[in-house]
């Protein structure tokens, strides 16, 4: 088993930034890809970020490109979520996830492609 815990969230303007973090403890040594998802009050859960095993390759949803940045620290078991210039429609919950499969240098952006989830960690961005 795996389990993951996020941090980071919070409110914050419109233009601001927060930074999330995800730490995962338990079985880790088979944890390869991670992302980060959201969901809005009343929608369903959409992808934002993802990041290959290695931490080289790196996908995003076009609402967040360029404004968002995905790492990953294979020492810390932890991943990050750097968001800048944030906007009223980023508010959600956000919530990190793991697979443990991996093929080449992939990475993946469909909640069905992962295997474990975080509580997720609340972020509000006001106008």
């Known amino acids: 088993q795996v389990q993951l815990v996020e941090f980071g969230g919070g409110s914050v303007q419109a233009g601001g930034s927060l930074s999330l973090s995800c730490a995962a403890s338990?079985?880790?040594?088979?944890?390869?890809?991670m992302g980060w998802f959201r969901q809005a009050p009343g929608k369903e859960r959409e992808f934002v970020a993802a990041?290959?095993?290695?931490?080289?390759?790196?996908g995003y949803a076009d609402s967040v490109k360029d404004r968002f940045a995905i790492s990953r620290d294979h020492a810390q078991n932890t991943i990050f979520l750097q968001m800048n210039n944030l906007k009223p429609e980023d508010t959600a919950v956000y919530s990190c996830?793991?697979?443990?499969?991996?093929?080449?240098?992939?990475?993946?952006?469909?909640?069905?492609?992962?295997?474990?989830w975080g509580q997720g960690t609340r972020v509000t961005v006001s106008s």
């Open positions: 338990g079985r880790t040594g088979g944890i390869l890809p």
């Open positions: 996830a793991a697979r443990t499969r991996a093929y080449g240098e992939s990475w993946y952006r469909e909640v069905s492609e992962y295997d474990y």
């Open positions: 990041i290959n095993w290695s931490g080289g390759i790196t």
